[in-house]
């Protein structure tokens, strides 16, 4: 984790079932570092089914399994981490679910939080989140109705929380955006609907994964 700068989310809001293993594969192949799965309208069997799936493809890559909300089956899978949202509890709650109701998870587990503001990454730096996600940058349709917050804060926010946990700045970033970014003083990134709507995913997630290393 510490060594990664691509986060990629395979997100069932635009990748069908049938497609998430040769998508997730493109993913892998390109030089992804971190691998989600999200799909926050599905009904856990379908989610537990798809994770089944690409979890052994993340092992063989050597690229940590994360599961966006749902840390029992994060837990029960053997995943690497959860992302868990604002609304989705304190990183105490998840720590306290997992030792109570698993005594022996997948170690070391990752706990990763979305952030939307400079004060929200510094309070899930002090709460001991093992990473966060910062953004949405620019308006983005995975994160409809959340206001993007721009690049003004992306230094600050590196500074007081990046250089100490692993800050991923995300939303609405593509190969196009992603230059400004950096030059905004990011150094990892999440990107989503640039990657899988991409005519080539491994070229597109390679090509990216290229400008992340020459930064």
């Given at each position: 984790m510490s060594t990664a700068r691509l986060y990629t989310i395979l997100d069932l809001g635009?990748?069908?079932?049938?497609?998430?293993?040769?998508?997730?594969?493109?993913?892998?192949?390109?030089?992804?570092?971190?691998?989600?799965l999200r799909a926050?309208?599905?009904?856990?069997?379908?989610?537990?089914?798809?994770?089944?799936?690409?979890?052994?493809l993340c092992r063989a890559a050597g690229v940590p399994f994360i599961l966006n909300d749902h840390p029992a089956l994060a837990a029960e899978l053997g995943a690497d981490g959860v992302h868990l949202g604002q609304d989705?509890?304190?990183?105490?709650?998840?720590?306290?679910f997992f030792q109570s109701a698993f005594p022996a998870p997948h170690s070391p587990f990752l706990f990763g939080r979305s952030t939307h503001s400079l004060?929200?990454?510094?309070?899930?730096?002090a709460e001991g989140f093992d990473y966060i996600g910062f953004g949405p940058l620019f308006p983005t349709p995975t994160k409809a109705g959340r206001p993007a917050i721009g690049l003004q804060e992306i230094a600050t926010m590196q500074r007081d929380v990046g250089e100490k946990i692993p800050a991923f700045c995300i939303g609405g970033i593509t190969p196009e955006t992603l230059p400004q970014v950096l030059a905004a003083g990011a150094r990892r990134v999440v990107i989503v609907s640039a990657l899988l709507q991409a005519p080539d995913i491994q070229a597109a997630a390679s090509a990216v994964k290229t400008s992340l290393s020459a930064d």
């Open positions: 635009y990748v069908r079932e049938a497609d998430a293993v040769s998508v997730t594969a493109s993913l892998l192949a390109g030089g992804a570092d971190i691998l989600q926050k309208t599905y009904d856990l069997a379908t989610i537990e089914r798809v994770a089944r799936k690409l979890l052994p989705d509890g304190s990183l105490a709650e998840a720590r306290a004060a929200q990454a510094r309070a899930a730096l």
